[in-house]
């Protein structure tokens, strides 16, 4: 409050001067301080970024909506697994009841090895283990947007279930996960994205111009509200001052004494 009323002092005493010396039709000018320009600056700055951010939105926009192309000939990277009707289930009179299930929660993994074994250690030895793979459990909004008709939605059973970060929550799993199996087939890629070498040069000359001048933080800290630089629970615990720091032995001998 006293700056505010001090800076509202200053510049009443500097219009003052001013009329005295050029009169009063010398405020229709706008002259500004040292601070107000300095301020004007920064204000200025940060609508350049918000407009590069907006500039650069759109051009990713732009990339994204150019479309496919085919690759001729398709090329494998890797394996993917996924989940089919069991042989016994796929020749029954409900196959088409349980395919219609299973490409709602269906899920879909990759690797770069056929037997989708991944590295672990166990009592200091490494080995590989199988990855687990499961169909999707769906959450309460996720069961919604799938639209069960009422037969479908019998399959399921709502099932508590505490995520890593202590909540509980109500997941929908299905009941009978036996009818599908797992299937490896080989991960295919026979389309690509068009590209249009301008607009990647545009995109990464605004890339560049932020990441290298470490402009990035600030613009996303005006455009989202903050940056991810705290990821303490408690940032209070670690800004304490302890009560003995840069205090001499006498002077902690002193405040032992009297506490």
């Not at 005493?13 to 009329?19: E, H, P, R, V």
């Not at 993994?109 to 991944?118: L, T, Y």
């Not at 111009?209 to 996303?220: A, C, G, S, V, W």
């Amino acid at each position: 409050m006293a700056s505010q009323f001090s800076n509202g002092t200053n510049s009443i005493i500097m219009d003052t001067k001013l009329m005295d010396h050029y009169g009063e039709h010398i405020l229709s000018y706008r002259l500004r301080t040292a601070r107000q320009k300095k301020r004007m600056q920064y204000e200025d700055f940060d609508k350049q970024l918000i407009a590069l951010y907006k500039k650069e939105r759109a051009l990713l926009i732009q990339k994204r909506n150019l479309g496919w192309e085919p690759l001729t000939p398709p090329v494998q990277k890797g394996w993917k697994r996924f989940f089919v009707l069991r042989e016994d289930v796929a020749k029954c009179k409900q196959a088409d009841f349980f395919e219609t299930i299973l490409k709602k929660i269906n899920t879909y993994d990759w690797s770069w090895r056929k037997d989708f074994k991944v590295k672990r250690r166990r009592f200091g030895k490494k080995i590989y283990v199988l990855k687990p793979q499961k169909l999707l459990e769906c959450s309460e909004w996720q069961f919604k947007k799938l639209a069960f008709t009422d037969v479908e939605r019998q399959m399921f059973d709502a099932v508590l279930h505490v995520s890593n970060y202590g909540r509980s929550e109500i997941k929908y799993v299905f009941r009978e996960p036996w009818r599908f199996v797992l299937k490896i087939a080989p991960n295919m890629i026979d389309k690509i994205r068009k590209k249009d070498g301008e607009l990647e040069s545009r995109i990464q000359g605004i890339t560049n111009f932020l990441e290298r001048n470490d402009f990035r933080k600030r613009q996303i800290k005006i455009m989202h509200g903050s940056y991810g630089n705290w990821v303490w629970n408690d940032v209070e615990k670690y800004n304490e001052q302890h009560p003995f720091k840069n205090k001499s032995i006498s002077q902690v001998l002193d405040l032992i004494k009297n506490n």
